[in-house]
């Protein structure tokens, strides 16, 4: 009979949550090949629609079980031999070897820059006896140089590329679970970054600053990129954490100042900050927002609009790169668009196109509406993507490079061997820990029906938490860590309230729900306390330790809210006598 009465309504909904917990954690017991984790957008693999997340199981019929064996066969597969290339010019003809570039840069077909050339002058004419032109030279590029066939298949789709060097993605090893791990286990680099300026740095400045790294790292393809401000006192720090250990190349990359540029052709019209751009309309429904969703073949799509006004210089220059361009009724719009595009570069990297209206040929247009538009599955998910994407517009618009010059008050470098042998240690501890407490419970209350549920409990406590993390995508590192097991902690302290409150004292002076009631008094205090004590440390130690300030908060809360009742009603009904 308490065997029934054990699976009360509240047992039942710990079971269901827990079932939910496994799910979002999602253990995976087959993790064979490697992930993607990024895709620079610019490349070959980008264009055939590899994607971030696909697993590649097999490059060239051979399998992939590892990133050793990835970095192996595809450095195999791109190695080419050298070809030679025999180049025409104005001034005469060069035979030279090419790999995975063809050595020269151009303009209108005059060399303006050369590697392999030694000396090489004049206007391109032919290369390989095949005339050359400015609209045939890209599209014709890449049969000049040696490549090979390389095929990929994942656990989405099979691809095949012709490559010359090795694919522009970077993979890591299949993630075993959701759980999102912090760089403590991961490793990486974390850097502590300080404005560097004799003005007052307002929050919105910072908010800039963090746009404008997220822009430049993300550009150079940087994965798993966290960056997030921390205050230390009257100081607005940044904090960044990235999946990489090259150290210089990351310095080189945070402290350069950075420029924007945006090009009609190759001229510069304007440049990102207050010398060219005057003004930013920005948060001002009347200028700038999402004007429109729409929906096609199943897609959702958001455009948005906000206005720049450029100074006279500026103007000027616009007025000058447009003034012969041709108009393409075809291309949309209500008067079409100019045959070339407004392309905007950061640090050198194209960055965004957009389409220039007919009515601003040749015009000294110090207004300019920019355009663009956001695509997702469903409408709210374009629209959200619309206002990332023009606010991403608007942030290097008004920046350009840096806001201001910054300092590196801190570098830390985190070995991703340690980190693996940090988590199988966690683990085991965890486990023994739990086992060692079971095993003080029984030897306080020689009782296996106290023991077993509070070891129950415990291991309940500890999988909801996880859950959660992997539901709010929280980077679990040391400090997480730490919360996790005091929140734990604190959960076997207040079981042992539950239990002492529920065996002491004459049953006649207190029913079982007034003993439960009282123990649960306590508790809620004792929670109140430790609730109240997170909320300064979370903002703390330049952001460092709120990991463990929240997961401390989840934990314990599940506990008060969730696990404790679950465990007073199991206690209640195994010491209950009939």
């Known amino acids: 009979m308490k065997f029934k009465k054990l699976f009360s309504i509240r047992v039942w909904i710990l079971i269901f949550l827990l079932i939910l917990a496994i799910i979002a954690i999602a253990p995976k017991f087959n993790t064979e090949g490697v992930e993607i984790k990024f895709v620079d957008r610019n490349s070959k693999a980008s264009e055939n629609g590899l994607q971030v997340g696909e697993i590649i199981k097999e490059i060239n019929n051979q399998q992939v079980n590892s990133v050793a064996d990835y970095n192996r066969i595809m450095k195999e597969a791109s190695a080419v031999s050298p070809k ?92 075993k679970t959701n759980l999102r791990k912090g760089l403590d286990l991961k490793g990486g680099i974390r850097v502590l970054l300080k404005p560097v300026t004799d003005e007052e740095v307002t929050n919105l400045q910072i908010r800039d600053l963090i746009k404008v ?158 355009s663009g538009s956001g695509s997702g599955n469903t409408r ?45 240690t966690s683990i085991y501890a965890g486990l023994l820990a739990i086992l060692s407490v079971g095993i003080v419970i029984f030897i306080r209350y020689r009782m296996l029906k106290i023991a077993i549920p509070m070891i129950f409990i415990m291991l309940s406590e500890l999988l909801l938490i996880l859950g959660i993390a992997s539901i709010i995508k929280w980077n679990l590192d040391l400090a997480a860590i730490a919360g996790i097991i005091a929140s734990i902690g604190t959960g076997v302290d207040d079981q042992i309230i539950i239990t002492d409150e529920t065996l002491k004292g004459d049953e006649a002076a207190y029913n079982w729900k007034e003993k439960i009631k009282r123990a649960f008094f306590i508790i809620m205090v004792a929670y109140a306390t430790t609730f109240a004590a997170m909320i300064p440390l979370y903002y703390s130690g330049a952001g460092l330790l709120r990991g463990f300030a929240v997961v401390t908060i989840i934990g314990i809360s599940i506990g008060v809210f969730i696990t404790r009742p679950v465990f007073g009603k199991i206690i209640e009904t195994l010491l209950k006598k009939e």
Do not use: W
């Open 213 to 370: 790294l997220n822009n430049r790292l993300n550009i150079f393809g940087l994965s798993d990129v966290r960056i997030r401000q921390a205050d230390v006192g009257n100081d607005k720090l940044v904090v960044i954490e990235l999946a990489r250990t090259d150290i210089e190349g990351v310095r080189e990359l945070i402290e350069e100042q950075g420029k924007f540029e945006a090009k009609i052709k190759n001229d510069t019209v304007f440049i990102g900050g207050e010398r060219d751009i005057t003004f930013v309309c920005r948060d001002d429904g009347t200028c700038s927002g999402i004007r429109n969703c729409a929906q096609s073949n199943g897609a959702h799509f958001c455009s948005f609009e906000f206005l720049i006004t450029l100074s006279s210089n500026a103007a000027k220059k616009h007025a000058e790169a447009t003034k012969d361009l041709d108009v393409n009724l075809s291309g949309g719009g209500r008067d079409g668009y100019l045959t070339e595009t407004l392309d905007f570069y950061v640090d050198d990297e194209l960055v965004d196109s957009l389409n220039i209206g007919a009515s601003l040929k040749g015009q000294e247009a110090t207004q300019i509406l920019i």
């Open 380 to 424: 709210d998910e374009a629209y959200e993507a619309g206002l990332e994407e023009m606010d991403k517009l608007q942030t290097i618009l008004i920046t350009g490079g840096l806001p201001f010059d910054i300092e590196i008050l801190k570098l830390d470098v985190i070995s991703p061997v340690l980190g693996d042998d940090f988590v199988k």
């Open 84 to 175: 030679e290339v025999k180049v025409e010019t104005t001034k005469g003809t060069y035979v030279y070897d090419v790999l995975d570039t063809i050595g020269f840069a151009l303009n209108n077909l005059t060399l303006i820059n050369t590697n392999n050339i030694t000396k090489a002058q004049g206007k391109i004419i032919s290369i390989n006896e095949k005339n050359i032109t400015n609209d045939n030279f890209n599209n014709m590029l890449f049969e000049f140089l040696p490549s090979n066939t390389i095929k990929i298949r994942t656990n989405r789709n099979s691809y095949a590329f012709l490559i010359n060097k090795e694919l522009e993605i970077s993979v890591d090893k299949v993630e």
